[in-house]
């Protein structure tokens, strides 16, 4: 087994050019719209939850070739989710990933629809997963539009907005971090078992793997903000902070922040036992997300 | 038959029971979300898509009850289109059937997140539709998706904003009126008839129904757009004239656009002819949407 940077980099291009193939062209009518959306698209995302997507599969005993629609669907509406969330009405930043953000360079309204755009399409590529057993690609549209939707992603992003200056307890901070990050790394996790027809237990043993590798993911991500530069992060750092969002250090302190992102650290590695050595890609990214140095 | 009226009124509730059922309660967390997207669901749409929806099931020789997932759906992807076209950065409209817009009551960060949850919502709904021959719930999924998508619905805003006071030609208004309007009521047509389990040939010809049904109506409202007061509407009139968006008055004038919405609604009629008789609630409702003072 070659090293995760060079595995990492293999399907992030593999996932490149699935994202390339499943994209309009930027001279499909309406182009600026369709511009719009591959400018997020290849922005220079690190492609987190569809090599995820593609490792669960593994896990499951495929290639990870059928599992690809649904590694660009994931990825399609991680980026909606950035664009929406950096508007200027909800978290208004200029940058991301060190970029001019979508409305920065192509208007609100564009901005906007191009965010839609990728949300359809995402279901559009999951509904053309091939079938296999155990699972039928609606069933896969649904573990995406249920973690997408009102309860888990856009529930969580609202609570966020909601919950600034006005003193959020552990329960919403909870919700909010399984909404905005969990939820969506789960259900990248659990549909490239799905493509891979994976069994009940499997699905269970991603599902659990999902939930700790996000939550740690998300208070490591508070825990730096707190203590780390702008430079870095290649966003706005200490943002979090000055606008007083509810942020993980904020409700429970620097130091049982830290022990909680540990205990869930081993949490997630414990939950890929059922996989014996066939999960050792996922316990590799889980240590490359959580060892950080936080 | 009993008459239309009684027949859209019968229909329009069962579509309103079941939105009751599938929608969240208001009081689900996070509670401003889940109460945004009641308020705009409930406030007052005609459920001209779902009731088309139906339609077609029954022209397709179901009662109904299997398309009802899909009619729910179409209509959530026409409430989520309106609130995000209402938005300021959009088409900046206060009033919406004679209410306050998403945005006025709940916000702009709360609207765009209501209309993406919607969005979803829809996604989540198609999928579990019942499994019927011919069609699976995925092939369901993707029909929505691509006339909800970035070539359709999606594309069509983009470009009628873009157009905005530069004068498009007529080819470009076409796209603009066939993605805003004629996509979803084909699609929501298709959905009806795939629930059912409708024949390739069906499938055609609802197609063909909805495409000459959306374009006229659309045709139609763009010429009472500039006939008619606020009042009768429920929004503001002459807008479109007075923020000279592309409107077909605008690009072929008045005669031709009136010539042109009958050459339409002959050809929808012509359409069903497959279905024979019992395409009769679909011609009334043609007549209905298309037989209006023009």
């Known amino acids: 087994m ?5 595995y990492a980099a293999a399907q992030g291009s593999r996932v490149d050019r699935a994202l390339r193939r499943c994209l309009p062209s930027g001279r499909t009518r309406p182009a600026t719209l369709h ?45 909606y989710s950035l664009i929406h969330d950096d508007l200027p009405c909800m978290d208004d930043d200029d940058l991301r990933r060190g970029k001019p953000t979508c409305h920065k360079v192509y208007g609100e ?16 590529l999951v509904a053309g997963s091939a079938p296999v057993r155990r699972h039928r690609p609606a069933e896969m549209v649904r573990e995406l539009a249920v973690a997408a939707g009102s309860r888990h992603l856009v529930g969580g992003q609202v609570m966020d907005i909601e919950g600034e200056g006005s003193g959020l307890g552990p329960r919403e901070l909870r919700f909010i971090h399984e909404g905005k990050t969990a939820a969506l790394l789960t259900a990248s ?3 490239g078992g799905m493509a891979a027809g ?3 237990r499997q699905l269970q043993a991603l599902g659990e ?35 007083d969002k509810a942020t993980y250090p904020a409700v429970h302190g620097l130091d049982k922040s830290r022990r909680e992102a540990e205990r ?7 939950s890929l036992k059922p996989f014996g050595g066939r999960a ?4 590799q990214l889980a240590a490359y997300l959580l060892q950080r140095d936080y």
Chains 1, 2 share one sequence.
């Open 2 to 6: 070659t090293g995760l940077k060079t």
């Open 35 to 79: 511009e719009a959306m591959r400018y997020s698209v290849f922005a220079g995302g690190k492609r987190l939850r569809p090599i995820l997507c593609l490792a669960a599969a593994e896990a499951c005993g495929d290639d990870g070739e059928r599992a690809l629609p649904a590694a660009c669907a994931v990825e399609c509406v991680h980026t």
């Open 109 to 124: 309204a564009v901005a906007v629809l191009a965010g839609d755009a990728l949300l359809t399409l995402a279901f559009e």
């Open 189 to 191: 996790l659990r549909l």
């Open 198 to 200: 994976a069994t009940p």
């Open 209 to 243: 793997f999902g939930q700790a590798t996000g939550l740690a993911f998300q208070i490591i991500d508070d825990i730096l903000d707190v203590t780390q530069t702008s430079e870095k992060l290649g966003k706005s750092a200490g943002k979090d902070e000055a606008s």
């Open 264 to 270: 869930l650290t081993r949490a997630a590695v414990a």
């Open 280 to 283: 050792a890609r996922l316990e």
